[in-house]
């Protein structure tokens, strides 16, 4: 690997390793681009959407993976975010992002603390009532990624398909389904007044009519207008979910600090070869690569490979070190300066490190032949090719010759991962996705026991029993597809512009709301949250 763009005293992985390793995650990378029978991989069921039902051990996780989400405030991996809750005397949540500078990281810092700060003061008997001024931190603070989904979810061509299949299905749960769709189309909008800075967002959710019997796994209008309304409920979660710990944990809430690790440079453009002949020679000769490519892979897909092996290594394939691994690395470097640090409460929850969206393939390689013994949050399998481990510094105190062996095995291990997946990619002639890293599947609220299936929502939940609430039971058949979950000002008055922190109360502020005047400094009330017919949460459950 070409070390330009690395300090002096970083200690490079062997070359030829090097090559051979960004070969296999290049080729592994332009198969599942361009193979046309690839197949998605289903959501791993213990992935923690929502702690409903749950462990403690995997509510806490939840909670550490929730705390990640709200802070990957754009689309795109950048920042994406990793958090460990550690407890090197009092409480300390350490965290960090993907490709974030360090002005941007001391604003995350001063969001999350606040987040903290204000369920953290507030009395047990008001928790409920600071819902709303909670969840308009996170969306403010969102904004951007929210605005991309709502773009998505809006977009015509997918919505009028939608409408013309339920209309196409001439029945009376079709048509009402296209009537609700349409609704849409009121509810989920930017107004005109974004060149201003201070859009009005409508966000709605709907249940399984409009979507009944379509296939999650392929990338269908159906498919992203499910992705969106989950990844747009998905806020709602969270903040549930951080309150239900609140209730738990309390000394999660008080008396901490946060601690941010800035994120890795980008290395210089591996020296790799750019032809798949030239790659597969590099295979093992007993693997028989060659004679699997002739006849397994047809020439126009051996041309795409190529071709795609050829565009990421124009001058664009810097890789970086993953926020999980940004994180790894920096507690691993704090214990070998001093005494062990401990996570919080680890002999009940483990060493866990929580993340914004599921752990990627070479993460999840990586972190799986690590003696470190830190669990992380389950892969979606995808592979991104601008990926690397964690440097190794040639400065006192580090054994270098340890970590470069350990480095070195991890590597090893993970290229001969990487080759029988191209070998089992190849000869099956399929390669393994997942249409979106982050899950589409929505879950229930948190606390609520058992959550299996159901097509509608409950009718017995209230905003005053949001931790034992129930999944099951149906609401009436007059009960909308589409119903709002709230109008927020996301710039704050009109004329004012947005910032990260620029929410309505300021970053420092923690007091707490009280219940009887739950509604934020800027409207959002828990009633504009509650069906007031029914007093039930505006939230959907869908299929796992």
């Known amino acids: 690997m070409s070390t330009d763009d690395l300090s002096s005293n970083i200690v490079p992985l062997d070359a030829?390793?090097?090559?051979?390793?960004?070969?296999?995650?290049?080729?592994?990378?332009?198969?599942?681009?361009?193979?046309?029978?690839?197949?998605?991989?289903?959501?791993p069921e213990a992935?923690?959407?929502?702690?409903?039902g749950r462990s403690s051990r995997d509510s806490f996780r939840c909670f550490v993976n929730k705390l990640g989400q709200i802070c990957d405030s754009e689309l795109r991996g950048k920042t994406v975010t990793a958090f460990a809750v550690l407890q090197p005397g009092g409480i300390q949540y350490r965290f960090a992002s993907n490709q974030r500078t360090n002005e941007e990281l001391q604003d995350v810092k001063k969001y999350i603390t606040n987040i903290l700060g204000i369920l953290g003061s507030t009395p047990d008997d008001q928790l409920n009532g600071v819902f709303g001024a909670a969840l308009e931190r996170v969306i403010s603070f969102n904004r951007p990624a929210i605005q991309q989904q709502i773009k998505n979810l809006t977009k015509q061509e997918g919505m009028n398909h939608c409408v013309k299949v339920c209309q196409e299905e001439d029945t009376s749960e079709g048509r009402k389904a296209a009537l609700d769709i349409n609704t849409l189309r009121r509810f989920a909008w930017l107004s005109e007044r974004e060149e201003r800075g201070g859009p009005s967002l409508k966000i709605c959710f709907m249940r399984d009519k409009a979507r009944a019997d379509r296939d999650p796994n392929s990338k269908t209008p159906w498919s992203e207008l499910r992705h969106a309304f989950s990844r747009l409920q998905s806020y709602n979660i969270a903040v549930r979910t951080l309150i239900s710990m609140r209730r738990r944990r309390r000394e999660l809430f008080e008396d901490?600090?946060?601690?941010?690790?800035?994120?890795?440079?980008r290395s210089g453009c591996p020296n790799v070869?750019?032809?798949l002949d030239g790659i597969i020679k590099r295979f093992p000769e007993q693997m028989k690569m060659a004679q699997a490519c002739h006849t397994n892979l047809p020439e126009e897909?051996?041309?795409?490979?190529?071709?795609?092996?050829?565009?990421?290594?124009?001058?664009?394939?810097?890789?970086?070190?993953?926020a999980e691994l940004v994180l790894l690395d920096s507690i691993l470097t704090e214990q070998r300066e001093g005494e062990?640090?401990?996570f919080f409460a680890e002999a009940d929850y483990d060493r866990y490190i929580g993340c914004s969206k599921p752990t990627c393939r070479l993460c999840k390689l990586y972190i799986d032949n690590h003696p470190s013994g830190v669990e992380f949050r389950h892969g979606h399998c995808n592979v991104y090719h601008e990926w690397r481990a964690p440097d190794i510094y040639n400065e006192d105190g580090v054994n270098v010759a340890e970590a470069m062996k350990t480095r070195q095995d991890i590597h090893y291990r993970m290229l001969e991962t990487l080759r029988q997946t191209i070998k089992r990619w190849i000869t099956d002639n399929v390669a393994e996705r997942k249409l979106h890293d982050s899950n589409t599947n929505a879950t229930s609220y948190i606390g609520g026991g058992s959550s299996t299936y159901n097509a509608h929502l409950s009718a017995q939940a209230s905003p005053d029993n949001m931790d034992c609430m129930s999944t099951m039971g149906a609401?009436?058949?007059?009960?909308?597809?589409?119903?709002?979950f709230g109008g927020l000002s996301l710039g704050g008055d009109s004329g004012q512009s947005w910032s990260p922190t620029s929410v309505s109360r300021s970053s420092q502020d923690t007091t707490p709301v009280q219940e009887d005047k739950a509604g934020s400094p800027r409207g959002l009330s828990m009633e504009s949250l509650i069906d007031k017919k029914r007093r039930r949460p505006l939230i959907i459950e869908v299929e796992e």
Request: positive net charge; aromatic residues 8%; contains cysteine.
């Open 340 to 342: 062990p640090l401990r």
């Open 47 to 52: 992935d923690l959407e929502s702690d409903t």
């Open 273 to 275: 070869r750019r032809t």
């Open 256 to 265: 901490f600090e946060v601690v941010p690790v800035p994120s890795s440079v």
């Open 301 to 322: 897909q051996r041309g795409a490979v190529e071709n795609k092996i050829k565009a990421c290594t124009k001058g664009k394939f810097k890789p970086y070190v993953h």
């Open 16 to 43: 030829g390793l090097s090559l051979k390793f960004y070969e296999a995650v290049l080729l592994l990378y332009s198969l599942k681009e361009v193979k046309f029978e690839a197949k998605s991989v289903k959501e």
């Open 475 to 484: 609401v009436d058949d007059s009960d909308d597809v589409a119903t709002m």
